[in-house]
């Protein structure tokens, strides 16, 4: 199975990508991650992305598409993924139809609010990338499933926060009616609790 988790930043795209891929054994593909990843790394991708990340805008759509495509060749893609974040712009999504199919795209929806009180509590473990919000934690600096230190991202400013919201509005939304256009949009409640929010993504695709 193919899928894309889209919506806004703060939807619960990630939370909901890496339960379902752990459940269905695919790998959950998020391109924040990777993008992070290679800024952890300094390599030259990472420096070039790091400008439009800290300013929450969106990296180049050819950057993008370049390490999607390699990824997707990865032996662990054969039998379907969750794309996380990925495809953000019409054109990514064009680029992507060109050499995948996908079956079906979740569209999570959640208020501005409900998303700047979720960022603003938001901690990722530096060691797992566990996400968690500081009202479910006991330690707010300690992964409470590895142990590892918990970092607010540098993103997850309120300012930064209110800027991928905009950007998000003027570039991303606009693949709702895109893959609404396809038949393959999924629309799923992001703005209630985590177990609810799940049990809709999976009545949504049929699998509960
Ligand atoms: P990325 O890492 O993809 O960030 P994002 O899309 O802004 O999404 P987030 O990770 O912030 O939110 P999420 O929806 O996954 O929510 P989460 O589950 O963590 O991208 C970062 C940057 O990289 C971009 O700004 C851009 O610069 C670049 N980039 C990435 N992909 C790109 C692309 N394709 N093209 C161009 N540029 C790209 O949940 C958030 C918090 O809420 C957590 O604390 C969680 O525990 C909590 N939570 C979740 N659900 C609930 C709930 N139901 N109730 C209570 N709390 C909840």
Known sequence: MNLIFLGPPGAGKGTHAVRLAHELNIPQISTGDMLRQHVREKTALGQEASRFMDA???????????????RLQQPDCA????????????????????????????????????????????????????????SRLE?????PDCGGTLIHRADDAEETVLNRLEVYHRQTEALIAYYRNKGLLLDVQGGGGVEENYAGVKRALKLA
């Open 139 to 143: 330690n707010p600096t300690v992964c």
């Open 56 to 70: 929450g805008e969106l990296v180049p759509d050819d950057v993008i598409i370049g390490m999607v495509r390699q």
């Open 79 to 134: 039998n379907g993924y969750i794309f996380d974040g990925f495809p953000r712009t019409v054109a990514q999504a064009e680029a992507l139809s060109s050499f995948t199919d996908i079956d079906a795209v979740i569209n999570l929806i959640a208020d501005d609010e409900v998303i700047i009180r979720r960022l603003s509590g938001r901690r990722v473990c530096s060691a797992c990338s566990g996400t968690f919000h500081i």
